[in-house]
């Protein structure tokens, strides 16, 4: 028997939103049946808050969330966001749904929703059924307008006028009978394409939008990306560039192509309002890529209007905040909204891009740890533009953020990326991020648990917690046998074993180890004999802080470091031609301070079981962050 308690006329409220209901609803799952679609997969599903029950859509966001059974008969799910489609029949589709529990049966006695339940044919989707019902009424119309004269008076000379059915050498219209198209407007004397709205008739807020029906629509560009290019299918180059415009509801993609990005690229603002009229076959369904809360995405063609709005009657902003202990039903659907404190800022960084139509060019990367106050931590990863709006000092200072179109990914368990479309907005004038900054002033709390596991730790090219050495014994660093955990250290050389094996020789392309074979070198992974080798580092390292010592393995890029760029084989022909400047250059990195990001994994040696750290990566200590992040931990000690 469930104990959870079902949201009272939830069912009434995805039909109709004057009827008032707790949110987010909590609703029983009593049946589910996959659409027969052609194009996309989806599934039908028969709701039930425990007096009324009804029929509801899937978006294809949540079609891995259902797939496969994984969600059965009896299922409590808490509804936290969906749509309804208003047309002939009306049409819920779910967005974001959670699980709560597995009930062992139906609960109360639940009856249809007479007359508002959608009635979905399988084999065809619900765009297909909305046009279907509308074309069979307008044709009705046009057959009984053809046998009924309509008398017209001419305004010149009085004369009645039978409009009946058209001659044979007249072309007879076919399909149903549409709204005439509106003239078009004049065109205006300035150059741009977009001239300032005079009316706000017949607006519809971004929730109501359908793909059934014309639409207009009025929001405020939140996002805009750079055009980009490619060769088109049937050869020629595609042009496309979209923005995110959101009103008092929620916030949808729009996408210009080819002639609409000459056209309107350079007149559309960032923070400016617009209205945007378009007709059907505009709005289809949004992938999972898409970056707005609407499941539908629109696509402006030569046929689009464009109005700008006055600056008083620009839509309100509004966020959908997810705490980052909830992002873990995010993951892989779509975007997410976040609020939340820069715990920590790494300076930036700029990788190559080795595949794809950008291989060989940069990007910039910059990673950071986010904390709010459910007391989790999770890693965001802004690129590009992004990446050079923060700095490092933002995390020394610890900046309220506030992010909008965010990608929840499962690097690492759980975390977070920019996309194109994404922004981000430091130190916000929001009630929430006001809320936020007190509590984060007024905790004690300096450690924090990363989202989707259980350890400390972060994961691979994340942003690592700070530690102390003593910390990896005492929280049981690198014990896991899932994956390892990653930390960043700031510790200082006090012993270097430069008697046992500190290089290997490799082959220059691959790496790999090799070995000599009288005066080549065999490359046994390979198969491949080689006429010279590479010798690259390998140092066993003792680093020292003021909890502890361990000893870390340190590779060649970050060893090169250590000796100020000297690489292997240099310090190989030293050994064997100058072995007093060999000695003292050995002698001359002891007791330097380094920041070095840790790699803790458990790894068994003849039966023995033990935790192995290597440094992953290391760069001398900045004396002027590390002095900020010191007097931070005094400050928060202190109250």
Same mark, same amino acid.
């Given at each position: 028997?469930?104990?959870?308690?079902?949201?009272?006329?939830?069912?009434?409220?995805?039909?109709?939103?004057?009827?008032?209901?707790?949110?987010?609803?909590?609703?029983?799952?009593?049946?589910?049946?996959?659409?027969?679609?052609?194009?996309?997969?989806?599934?039908?599903?028969?709701?039930?808050?425990?007096?009324?029950?009804?029929?509801?859509?899937?978006?294809?966001?949540?079609?891995?969330?259902?797939?496969?059974?994984?969600?059965?008969?009896?299922?409590?799910?808490?509804?936290?966001?969906?749509?309804?489609?208003?047309?002939?029949?009306?049409?819920?589709?779910?967005?974001?749904?959670?699980?709560?529990?597995?009930?062992?049966?139906?609960?109360?006695?639940?009856?249809?929703?007479?007359?508002?339940?959608?009635?979905?044919?399988?084999?065809?989707?619900?765009?297909?059924?909305?046009?279907?019902?509308?074309?069979?009424?307008?044709?009705?119309?046009?057959?009984?307008?053809?046998?009924?004269?309509?008398?017209?008076?001419?305004?010149?000379?009085?004369?009645?006028?039978?409009?009946?059915?058209?001659?044979?050498?007249?072309?007879?219209?076919?399909?149903?009978?549409?709204?005439?198209?509106?003239?078009?407007?004049?065109?205006?004397?300035?150059?741009?394409?977009?001239?300032?709205?005079?009316?706000?008739?017949?607006?519809?807020?971004?929730?109501?939008?359908?793909?059934?029906?014309?639409?207009?629509?009025?929001?405020?560009?939140?996002?805009?990306?750079?055009?980009?290019?490619?060769?088109?299918?049937?050869?020629?180059?595609?042009?496309?560039?979209?923005?995110?415009?959101?009103?008092?509801?929620?916030?949808?993609?729009?996408?210009?192509?080819?002639?609409?990005?000459?056209?309107?690229?350079?007149?559309?603002?960032?923070?400016?309002?617009?209205?945007?009229?378009?007709?059907?076959?505009?709005?289809?369904?949004?992938?999972?890529?898409?970056?707005?809360?609407?499941?539908?995405?629109?696509?402006?063609?030569?046929?689009?209007?464009?109005?700008?709005?006055?600056?008083?009657?620009?839509?309100?902003?509004?966020?959908?905040?997810?705490?980052?202990?909830?992002?873990?039903?995010? /993951?892989?659907?779509?975007?997410? !909204?976040? +609020? #939340?404190?820069?715990? %920590?800022?790494?300076?930036? *960084?700029?990788?190559? =891009?080795?595949?794809?139509?950008?291989?060989?060019?940069?990007?910039?990367?910059?990673?950071?740890?986010?904390?709010?106050?459910?007391?989790?931590? /999770?890693?965001?990863?802004?690129? !590009?533009? +992004? #990446?050079?709006?923060? %700095?490092?000092?933002?995390? *020394?200072?610890?900046? =309220?953020?506030?992010?909008?179109?965010?990608?929840?990914?499962?690097?690492?368990?759980?975390?977070?990326?920019?996309?194109?479309?994404?922004?981000?907005?430091?130190?916000?004038?929001?009630?929430?991020?006001?809320?936020?900054?007190?509590?984060?002033?007024?905790?004690?709390?300096?450690?924090?648990?990363?989202?989707?596991?259980?350890?400390?730790?972060?994961?691979?090219?994340?942003?690592?917690?700070?530690?102390?050495?003593?910390?990896?014994?005492?929280?049981?660093?690198?014990?896991?046998?899932?994956?390892?955990?990653?930390?960043?250290?700031?510790?200082?050389?006090?012993?270097?074993?430069?008697?046992?094996?500190?290089?290997?020789?490799?082959?220059?392309?691959?790496?790999?180890?090799?070995?000599?074979?009288?005066?080549?070198?065999?490359?046994?992974?390979?198969?491949?004999?080689?006429?010279?080798?590479?010798?690259?580092?390998?140092?066993?390292?003792?680093?020292?802080?003021?909890?502890?010592?361990?000893?870390?393995?340190?590779?060649?890029?970050?060893?090169?470091?250590?000796?100020?760029?000297?690489?292997?084989?240099?310090?190989?022909?030293?050994?064997?031609?100058?072995?007093?400047?060999?000695?003292?250059?050995?002698?001359?990195?002891?007791?330097?301070?380094?920041?070095?990001?840790?790699?803790?994994?458990?790894?068994?040696?003849?039966?023995?079981?033990?935790?192995?750290?290597?440094?992953?990566?290391?760069?001398?200590?900045?004396?002027?962050?590390?002095?900020?992040?010191?007097?931070?931990?005094?400050?928060?000690?202190?109250?």
């Amino acid at each position: 028997m469930s104990t959870t308690q079902l949201t009272s006329r939830a069912v009434e409220h995805f039909f109709d939103a004057s009827i008032p209901c707790e949110k987010p609803c909590i609703v029983q799952v009593l049946g589910m049946k996959e659409l027969a679609l052609k194009d996309q997969k989806r599934f039908r599903i028969t709701v039930s808050d425990g007096a009324k029950k009804a029929t509801v859509i899937t978006t294809s966001q949540l079609t891995e969330f259902f797939d496969n059974g994984k969600v059965p008969d009896n299922t409590i799910l808490k509804v936290n966001d969906f749509t309804l489609m208003v047309g002939a029949k009306p049409v819920v589709s779910l967005i974001d749904v959670e699980i709560v529990e597995q009930a062992s049966n139906v609960i109360g006695s639940p009856v249809s929703l007479k007359g508002e339940e959608p009635k979905v044919k399988e084999g065809s989707s619900p765009v297909k059924q909305q046009i279907a019902s509308v074309t069979q009424e307008s044709s009705t119309t046009v057959k009984e307008e053809e046998k009924t004269p309509v008398k017209a008076e001419n305004a010149n000379n009085n004369m009645e006028v039978d409009m009946k059915k058209p001659e044979a050498d007249s072309p007879t219209p076919k399909g149903p009978a549409l709204m005439s198209p509106t003239p078009s407007p004049p065109k205006a004397e300035s150059v741009s394409p977009i001239s300032m709205s005079q009316s706000a008739d017949n607006l519809m807020p971004i929730s109501n939008m359908n793909p059934y029906s014309s639409t207009k629509i009025k929001g405020r560009v939140m996002m805009k990306e750079e055009v980009r290019s490619f060769n088109g299918k049937a050869g020629g180059t595609k042009k496309v560039f979209s923005i995110v415009i959101m009103d008092d509801t929620m916030d949808v993609k729009v996408t210009f192509w080819d002639g609409e990005v000459d056209k309107y690229y350079d007149v559309i603002e960032v923070g400016k309002s617009y209205t945007f009229k378009f007709g059907m076959g505009a709005v289809k369904m949004g992938d999972k890529f898409n970056p707005a809360k609407c499941p539908y995405v629109v696509t402006i063609n030569s046929k689009g209007v464009i109005e700008q709005c006055q600056d008083n009657d620009a839509p309100k902003i509004t966020y959908h905040f997810v705490p980052i202990d909830k992002m873990e039903p995010h /993951i892989k659907k779509g975007s997410v !909204d976040v +609020l #939340a404190v820069l715990h %920590e800022v790494q300076s930036s *960084t700029e990788i190559v =891009i080795k595949n794809g139509a950008q291989a060989g060019s940069t990007k910039s990367k910059r990673n950071c740890t986010l904390v709010d106050a459910s007391g989790k931590q /999770i890693f965001l990863t802004l690129w !590009d533009e +992004l #990446a050079g709006q923060l %700095e490092e000092t933002d995390g *020394t200072r610890h900046a =309220i953020i506030a992010c909008r179109g965010i990608r929840v990914g499962d690097y690492g368990g759980c975390s977070l990326s920019s996309s194109r479309m994404s922004t981000i907005e430091l130190d916000p004038d929001l009630p929430e991020a006001k809320t936020l900054r007190a509590w984060y002033d007024s905790s004690s709390t300096s450690s924090f648990t990363s989202v989707g596991s259980g350890a400390t730790g972060g994961a691979a090219g994340q942003p690592a917690p700070r530690k102390l050495i003593s910390d990896i014994e005492a929280e049981g660093l690198g014990k896991s046998t899932v994956k390892p955990d990653y930390l960043s250290l700031t510790a200082s050389v006090v012993w270097v074993n430069d008697e046992k094996t500190w290089q290997y020789p490799s082959n220059p392309k691959t790496k790999t180890k090799v070995v000599q074979q009288g005066d080549s070198w065999y490359d046994e992974k390979n198969s491949e004999m080689l006429d010279t080798c590479q010798r690259r580092y390998i140092l066993p390292v003792s680093f020292s802080d003021f909890t502890g010592r361990s000893f870390l393995t340190v590779f060649d890029d970050d060893a090169k470091k250590i000796f100020g760029g000297i690489s292997a084989d240099e310090m190989w022909e030293m050994s064997n031609t100058d072995e007093k400047r060999f000695k003292d250059l050995w002698k001359s990195i002891m007791f330097k301070t380094w920041t070095i990001r840790v790699r803790a994994k458990s790894e068994s040696f003849q039966e023995e079981t033990r935790v192995k750290c290597q440094a992953v990566s290391m760069e001398p200590v900045n004396f002027v962050s590390e002095s900020r992040h010191l007097l931070e931990r005094i400050r928060r000690y202190v109250n």
